[in-house]
């Protein structure tokens, strides 16, 4: 543990918390028994007393809402040993790991991380906020088990969402299925009803003590070969809580940079920007253009090169990400982009993912964030490269530190993939392959083609051009960057047979 050796009786007397001689009933009891003391015998107030030892102990003092927890880390504990060893998993990268606890000197957690190759920091929180965390007094077993049954009922039904509505009388289940909602069961047992919402709670790291205001969570499932992420929400009603969980299932999709079908140019450029150390770089496109999936996989290239510190301000988090720490703006409750990025700031993160630049304010924090040190992947909702400049100075942001930050603007869109199967057997030897008609096999049902790939252009803003001190002289020497056009992309897709022309590709070409 990376807390300091020094004796909890010589931390309160160094920072005047007790007395020696106040001190002196207990002058042999260890470190760990002592602690729950000053909160039992001595009635000190727990928050200003750590607030106060922090430091001498060599650790810091958070509330509970302002830990940033990466819920892939902190699912990776049975809660069974995080209720026994009293902590809250809150980040690991790969030299280092950092937890939560109400009492550093436990013996037990100190055991349970002592084969750790990696270096454990701990944060103090109240031990309200632990229990808070813990659920303490929700039963497990049933309920558990009641949701676990749950999940897997509605996956295996390619339901999209679970409702879970509190009642005058009962708890009552509601499946959507192709847009159909449809009863599944009630529950009748008042403390069966009430053990299910604090589990839901809990697992979803909610505020189990919160039931007045709406919140958002998210469980990570695992369980019979299938990984569901399910985003939760509760909203308070008259009869208590509803719930709403969406499921989306994970298994056998991967956020892989090489398999999104990105040219060998731009994958080649689009590495070496993963490898800077500071800058903005953006993904830009419209609506379902695939930029957030771009993005994970953009992280988890960067996570698979280099050991950093990660964080993301997402509007939702769609998936979870091994490794990083998500957190979720509400813009409704006033958590907005703008407000996340001041105390994400705060966390010393190396690289930071904001899902989405919308205003000048975020503009500014973002392209500040990426002068002072910080590598930012940030997306538009432009149409190209070009337009994305423009974009940026119509947000009136600082042109100089913009131009001076940005590295790479990606531009994309997804078309639709030509049928590799068919497209072997009837293309002409040149390759061509111009239109649907007529196309089709079994394995593409018929269709002529089968998923989609990525159209992208790349601006490289490289060294050479980094002199240029407004947005507007960098708009003007576009034709000196390494600039990789859509209509290239295209074009060698189409060639190559992976795509067909078609007319809703003219505004690019
Ligand atoms: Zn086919």
Redesign the pocket.
């Known amino acids: 543990m990376s807390q300091k050796d020094v004796s909890l009786k010589s931390v309160l007397l160094n920072t005047g918390v007790l007395s020696k001689k106040s001190l002196q009933p207990f002058e042999s009891l260890p470190d760990d028994a002592l602690w729950p003391l000053l909160w039992t015998h001595y009635k000190l107030s727990e928050e200003t007393t750590m607030k106060k030892v922090v430091t001498f102990i060599g650790c810091s003092f958070k509330p509970l809402s302002d830990l940033l927890i990466d819920q892939a880390f902190r699912r990776s504990f049975p809660l069974q040993t995080l209720r026994e060893c009293r902590f809250i998993p809150i980040y690991e990268d790969k030299s280092s790991l950092s937890i939560a606890v109400d009492n550093p000197y436990r013996k037990d957690v100190q055991e349970y991380f002592s084969n750790q190759q990696k270096s454990v920091s701990m944060t103090l929180v109240t031990s309200t906020d632990l229990n808070s965390f813990l659920g303490e007094g929700v039963a497990k077993s049933t309920a558990d088990t009641f949701l676990d049954r749950l999940i897997m009922e509605a996956v295996n039904a390619k339901c999209s969402d679970i409702h879970i509505m509190k009642q005058k009388e009962t708890l009552g289940v509601k499946f959507r299925i192709h847009g159909e909602l449809i009863q599944r069961e009630s529950i009748i047992d008042p403390s069966q009803q009430d053990q299910i919402m604090s589990l839901i709670k809990v697992q979803s790291g909610m505020d189990i003590s919160i039931s007045n205001q709406p919140q958002d969570g998210r469980i990570s499932f695992e369980s019979e070969g299938q990984q569901v992420d399910i985003r939760v929400s509760s909203i308070p009603t008259l009869h208590g809580e509803d719930f709403v969980l969406r499921l989306f299932n994970t298994t056998g999709i991967s956020f892989d940079l090489e398999v999104l079908g990105f040219s060998s140019n731009i994958l080649d450029r689009l590495k070496s920007l993963m490898k800077l150390d500071s800058g903005l770089m953006l993904v830009t496109g419209p609506t379902g253009s695939g930029k957030t999936t771009t993005l994970y996989a953009l992280l988890n290239y960067i996570k698979s090169q280099k050991n950093c510190h990660v964080i993301t301000l997402e509007d939702p988090v769609e998936y979870g990400i091994s490794g990083v720490r998500q957190s979720q703006v509400s813009p409704k409750i006033g958590y907005t982009f703008a407000n996340g990025l001041r105390s994400v700031l705060r966390q010393d993160p190396d690289i930071i993912m904001v899902g989405e630049i919308r205003d000048q304010e975020t503009a500014n924090l973002a392209i500040n964030a990426a002068y002072t040190g910080h590598f930012v992947l940030s997306t538009l909702h432009t149409s190209d490269c070009e337009t994305s400049l423009k974009r940026l100075a119509g947000f009136n942001v600082d042109s100089y530190l913009c131009a001076q930050s940005i590295r790479g603007i990606l531009s994309q869109k997804l078309s639709l993939k030509l ?1 590799p ?2 497209r072997e057997k009837t293309s002409s030897p040149n390759g061509f392959s111009h239109s649907f008609e007529g196309k ?2 079994e ?2 049902d018929y269709l ?1 083609y ?1 998923g989609r790939t990525v159209l992208s252009e790349l601006l490289v803003v490289d060294k050479q051009i980094r002199d240029v001190d407004s947005l507007s002289s960098l708009s003007q020497r576009l034709e000196d960057m390494p600039f990789f056009k859509f209509r290239e992309d295209i074009k060698s897709k189409v060639e190559k047979g992976e795509i067909a022309y078609h007319s809703g590709l003219e505004g690019v070409m």
């Open positions: 049928c199967q068919c089709g096999c394995g593409c002529g089968q």
